[in-house]
């Protein structure tokens, strides 16, 4: 070799070697602000990681996709847009991810399956079903190709299909989405998982919201008996089973499977949370409710009085959850006609309902307070509602001359409040005043009687 060759490999050597030297400085630093970007994700701070994980990405782009790190920082990059709730940046980057990927490793490589998976919760983030589901359709082809149509993954990939099948309101596809997976898991000797299950529980509910309850019922049924097998008969979790199938029973218009169904339901909240807890009266109030449709209206008495005893110890007698107890205990009575066993829960309400009418009325004229006219005017009008009320919930209570006395408190404050007028008519007409039942309605037709959602007609009262 003469001189001007070992000079020229002299040269050559160095070059390398700082082309080598470059390279691995640049991935030193693309690992140094990667490893940040993933500590601040740890933090839960992601516009940090988006910020290091954009930097990252800036050092990697030139290399272009034929560079690994460039589909693995482009996938941290959408993994914080995503965290932040910025669907449309994370689904424009996960779509960069797949196309690198599908260029580096081929289009039907597990990991663009994994990506495509990724997008796919995006997608169903937002509730764009419709985008997903060809997606999840890719994703399920490229691990059949990949594994074979029997693997565990193709399981859990037919649970995400159906499930998104269900709700784009396609059930018979996502059942028979389901029914292959079970059958997967079967052949594969493994019990049901929680993923099938629930999955099982969205493709009732689907059923369900189409009024088709046959195809729903033995799918909330089997959900019930594979939940207590994993779980246990007195797991939390049992209970939103009972609830779904007191819903179903609901819409069938069998009380006494809502009944026997909201029961279970509260024997498993009672042993999770005892007596006096939050979750237990609003479980007892469903109860409640149930006996009630069911023509249980003992039972149901005994359900809100206690109630109403939890309320009035844990949240005392001014709560406006005390009030709403009252009055469930009230209505209880009413509808079983028990009108002397009604009014001590009913003479309560009726000082609470009072109480809290005349300080609304209070404020309302207080000349001191600064309010605008409509102000004024939106508060009268709620406390000549709720004076009608009183009046309709006294007459429901057999308590007649209250009635009247609080259908003309209404009448004072507002002379055209035409429901009050027409009220009144009816109350009065069972006092034995016809004179006076017939001028009511009379000035309930001249003010254009109506009801509006927030108001009580005696119409339908005992």
């Known amino acids: 070799m003469n001189n001007k060759s070992i000079l020229s490999f002299a040269i050559s050597s160095v070059y390398l070697l700082l082309s080598t030297s470059a390279v691995v400085a640049h991935s030193d630093e693309w690992q140094s602000i990667i490893e940040k970007g993933k500590s601040s994700s ?111 993954e193709i399981a859990n990939d037919l649970n995400h299909l159906a499930t998104i099948l269900c709700f784009e309101h396609k059930s018979a596809e996502a059942e028979a989405s389901l029914l292959r997976a079970l059958e997967i898991q079967k052949s594969n000797d493994f019990s049901v998982n929680f993923s099938t299950v629930d999955t099982m529980r969205n493709v009732a509910w689907s059923y369900y919201t189409q009024g088709n309850f046959d195809r729903a019922r033995p799918l909330y049924e089997a959900v019930l008996v594979y939940k207590t097998k994993l779980l246990g008969e007195n797991h939390p979790a049992i209970v939103a089973c009972f609830r779904d199938l007191a819903m179903l029973h609901k819409a069938l218009n069998d009380h006494q499977k809502v009944v026997e169904y909201c029961e279970k339901a509260n024997d498993v909240v009672e042993k999770q949370n005892g007596l006096n807890s939050l979750t237990t009266v609003q479980s007892l109030n469903t109860l409640g409710k149930a006996y009630g449709d069911a023509g249980e209206h003992k039972k149901a008495q005994e359900t809100f009085v206690r109630v109403l005893k939890i309320r009035e110890k844990e949240q005392g007698s001014n709560s406006a959850e005390f009030e709403r107890a009252l009055s469930d205990v009230v209505l209880s009575y009413v509808h079983d006609h ?55 919930t006294c007459l429901n209570c057999n308590q007649k001359a209250d009635a009247e006395r609080f259908f003309t408190r209404a009448v004072k404050l507002d002379p055209s409040y035409s429901l009050a007028y027409e009220n009144r008519a009816i109350v009065r007409k069972q006092l034995g005043d016809l004179k006076g039942s017939t001028a009511d309605r009379l000035m309930a037709k001249k003010h254009g009687f109506g009801v509006s959602n927030c108001e009580l007609t005696a119409k339908t009262s005992h």
């Not at 932040?84 to 039907?108: F, L, M, N, P, W």
């Not at 009268?380 to 309709?392: D, E, M, P």
Request: aromatic share 10%.
């Open 42 to 152: 740890i933090k839960g701070d992601y516009k940090e990681a988006e910020k290091q994980f954009s930097l990252a990405f800036e050092l990697v782009e030139p290399f272009g996709s034929k560079d690994i790190r460039y589909s693995q920082t482009l996938t941290r990059l959408a993994e914080a847009y995503w965290a932040q709730r910025s669907y449309d940046q994370a689904v424009d980057t996960y779509q960069r991810v797949i196309a690198a990927q599908e260029k580096y490793y081929g289009d039907c490589d597990p990991q663009v399956a994994l990506t495509i998976k990724c997008l796919v919760g995006v997608y169903c983030s937002k509730g764009r079903h419709s985008q997903a589901e060809p997606l999840a359709r890719r994703m399920l082809a490229i691990d059949e190709k990949n594994f074979g149509t029997a693997h565990p």
């Open 338 to 392: 028990e009108y002397t066993q009604v009014l001590p829960y009913f003479r309560r309400l009726k000082r609470i309902g009072i109480s809290k009418l005349e300080a609304q009325l209070a404020k309302a004229k207080d000349p001191k307070a600064k309010h605008t006219k409509a102000e004024d005017a939106k508060a009268i009008q709620n406390i000549v509602i709720g004076f009608n009320n009183l009046g309709v």
